[in-house]
């Protein structure tokens, strides 16, 4: 969800899709805009105007107040057979990059949508776009993840990885990227800026990381596995800080640990299932 003081966005991907605004006192809705069978990314915000890609694979730019199309983002290759459903796109100098499921990444300018950039990576891009001070970084469908010039496209470099990234690529307290590897042998992994790999950890239960996106927490990587375990991993260090069983008499063999969200002194923890745990210096509530 994307929040602003009065409002809350979001989007639905269930057979027929919208993005949503609701008003965030009352929870009425605001506007919802029909996108195709819906938005499998988060929704990105820049002064009045929201962004989002549709599963069909259209960077929409939405007016904020009233939901109106400003302008969208076709690929020029069919990519009706293939969904789009991680790729969401970065904004900044006054640019949108778009990482498509036809293998392209590419620079829209933010008022009109006009394309600045395109370049070829040759495989789907299935990770968010992350845009750094001097880059912008995508991972791929062939296991490679990419580095290129923000201002001209340009690949500076690409690198080989075990297995395809997933999600977010997500900045940690120490300057250096985060993100998950695979989906059944998975790996938290750490790259500097440059894609020099710093460390991997696995998780210590043996049952495969499952949430969506590293997240941050202080010093901290939170990372949930399909055995309901939430462990902090040391962002510089790769070692396992601190673990903490979410729910030591639930069955989690239909289960698993999916997203997290912080607020003041709680840490929320959410779960495939749809279940809701809050956690406060070391008390639980659900």
């Known amino acids: ?161 075990p297995e395809k990234a997933r999600g977010h690529l997500v ?8 993100a998950f590897l695979g989906w059944e042998n998975d790996l938290l992994v750490s790259f500097d800026p440059s894609l020099n790999l710093q460390w991997s950890s696995s998780p210590p239960d043996g049952s495969g990381w499952s949430t969506a996106r590293p997240f941050v927490l202080g010093p901290w990587i939170l990372a949930g596995t399909r055995a309901g375990m939430i462990y902090a991993v040391d962002a510089a260090q790769g070692t396992v800080a601190w673990a903490h069983d979410v729910d030591p008499e639930r069955d989690w063999s239909e289960d698993a640990v999916r997203v997290f969200g912080a607020h003041d002194a709680t840490l929320f923890v959410g779960t495939i299932s749809g279940t809701l745990y809050a956690f406060r210096m070391g008390e639980r509530t659900e």
């Open 1 to 161: 969800m994307l929040f602003t003081k009065d409002a809350v966005f979001v989007g639905t991907d269930d057979g027929e899709g919208h993005v949503y605004a609701f008003d965030l006192a009352t929870g009425k809705v605001r506007w919802k805009f029909r996108a195709d069978r819906g938005v499998g990314t988060d929704i990105v915000r820049h002064a009045s105007r929201l962004f989002a890609v549709s599963i069909e694979d259209r960077l929409l730019c939405l007016e904020l107040e009233t939901g109106l199309l400003l302008w969208e983002k076709r690929a020029e290759a069919d990519a009706s057979e293939r969904l789009s459903l991680g790729s969401t796109p970065a904004v900044g100098d006054g640019t949108v990059y778009f990482g498509s499921v036809t293998g392209t990444l590419s620079a829209q300018d933010i008022e009109t949508g006009e394309t600045r950039w395109e370049t070829p990576l040759g495989s789907e891009v299935v990770t968010s776009v992350l845009l750094l001070e001097d880059a912008i970084l995508a991972g791929t469908e062939d296991a490679r993840i990419h580095r290129a010039d923000p201002a001209t496209g340009k690949l500076e470099r690409s690198i080989d990885v």
């Open 171 to 178: 900045v940690t307290p120490v300057g250096s990227i985060a």
